[in-house]
């Protein structure tokens, strides 16, 4: 059974880069077939797509994060990660991970991050 | 971008009711592209319908997806206890994948 496991810290100060890593286990990252992406979700509200990278390093963002955010792929650790810049209190959310081709079919249980000084 | 709008906001119906949630698109969308989950608290959300209306793995037939061009429809037959949720509708074009801002379905 594929599992995803979102890390890192849970607080950030403001105008830092968040930094978080989704660790995968019980199959491939290195799967041709998938993407691996990045979803974010403030108390409360709807579900909104970061960005996404496939196997081989071809990354996708969302346009509204595109100047801050960066995902990469570490295929020899089957994880994945995201790097959110000039974080502001707007960003304190949940993030999840998730891979998916079309839809998203396995889930992260997602972290908290507070932007806060 | 497409947007996905989704409505009512929240559904207040009772147990064995038959539910009807509306997710409608700022532009067309492919069938191939629509999907729906389902969130409860605490959980990462559960896909529930692809390609707008095929069943994911393990999904109750008392769910069912319609729909095409800009509107589509998430029905659930007669609501199980288990089924009070929230559920988001999801599109994918152009490598960008957008969600629906949910549909809350609570107990009357």
């Known amino acids: 059974q594929l599992q995803l496991q979102e890390s890192g810290p849970g607080l950030v100060k403001p105008s830092e880069t968040l930094s978080l890593t989704c660790t995968v286990s019980?199959?491939?990252?290195?799967?041709?077939?998938?993407?691996w992406g990045w979803i974010r979700q403030p108390p409360g509200k709807g579900l909104e797509w970061i960005g996404s990278?496939?196997?081989?390093?071809?990354?996708y963002y969302n346009p509204s994060f595109k100047s801050r955010v960066s995902i990469s792929v570490d295929t020899s650790n089957n994880h994945f990660s995201l790097k959110l810049a000039s974080v502001t209190a707007a960003d304190t959310t949940l993030y999840y991970c998730?891979?998916?081709?079309?839809?998203?079919?396995?889930w992260g249980q997602g972290t908290l991050v507070t932007v806060s000084s | 971008e497409i947007v996905l709008t989704q409505s009512p906001g929240t559904l207040s119906l009772s147990p064995g009711e038959r539910a009807t949630l509306s997710c409608r698109a700022s532009?067309?969308?492919?069938?191939?592209?629509l999907a729906w989950y389902q969130q409860k608290p605490g959980q990462a959300p559960r896909l529930l319908i692809y390609?707008?209306?095929n069943r994911a793995t393990g999904i109750p037939d008392r769910f069912s997806g319609s729909g095409s061009g800009t509107d589509f429809t998430l029905t659930i037959s007669r609501l199980e206890p288990e089924d009070f949720a929230v559920y988001c509708c999801?599109?994918?074009?152009?490598?960008?994948?957008?969600f629906g801002q949910g549909t809350k379905v609570e107990i009357k």
């Open positions: 998730a891979r998916h081709r079309i839809n998203f079919d396995y």
């Open positions: 019980g199959g491939s990252i290195s799967s041709s077939s998938y993407y």
């Open positions: 990278i496939s196997y081989s390093g071809s990354t």
């Open positions: 532009q067309n969308v492919s069938t191939y592209y």
């Open positions: 390609g707008a209306s």
């Open positions: 999801q599109q994918y074009g152009a490598s960008r994948w957008t």
